[in-house]
């Protein structure tokens, strides 16, 4: 068994790391999804009051919030395959979160990319603002409020998204078929 989670700023390479595993048959189980389910269930559209909830979430239910109501969806992932991808760890008590419940079974990958490259692939998917018109800057803010910083600091391994498309995809298909070991070699923390 193997739960890989992912954290990093808007931009980095989260979803396209998702897209990857997705494409190997990988289940990925994507924090934004629990967000994006209580925005509904508040009766609310998510692309509106996407941030709003998750920091309304933190504060009704505590700062692993998120992790929580994951925690159930990975499990169940993994009743069919041995490796699961969590998408969007926020913070680090919810990287305690998925230590406590998975413990050596759980790595933590970092990407990074630096705020230009960044902006620049949020430019070109069409989301240099959010849909409520939060700025990349205030998103990172809004990120690093709910501790992301502190998660970035924890990772297993970092993977500086910096290179083409083709070479990080490559990454991520090792990461997900070989494990986070057979990164530390290239890119680590």
Known sequence: ????????LPGSGKGEAAAVAEALGVPVVTMGDVIRRECRDRGLDPADHHGEIAAKLREENGPDAVAQRSLPVVEEALEDGDTVLVDGIRSGVEVERFESAFGDDFALVGIEAPYEVRADRVTDRGRDNTDDGESLRERD??????GMDDAIARADVTIRNTDSLSAFQETIRTLLTEGV?????????
């Open 141 to 146: 803010e809004r990120e690093r409020g709910f």
């Open 1 to 8: 068994m193997r739960v890989i989670g992912t954290v990093g």
């Open 181 to 189: 070991d057979a990164l530390e070699e290239v890119s680590t923390a």
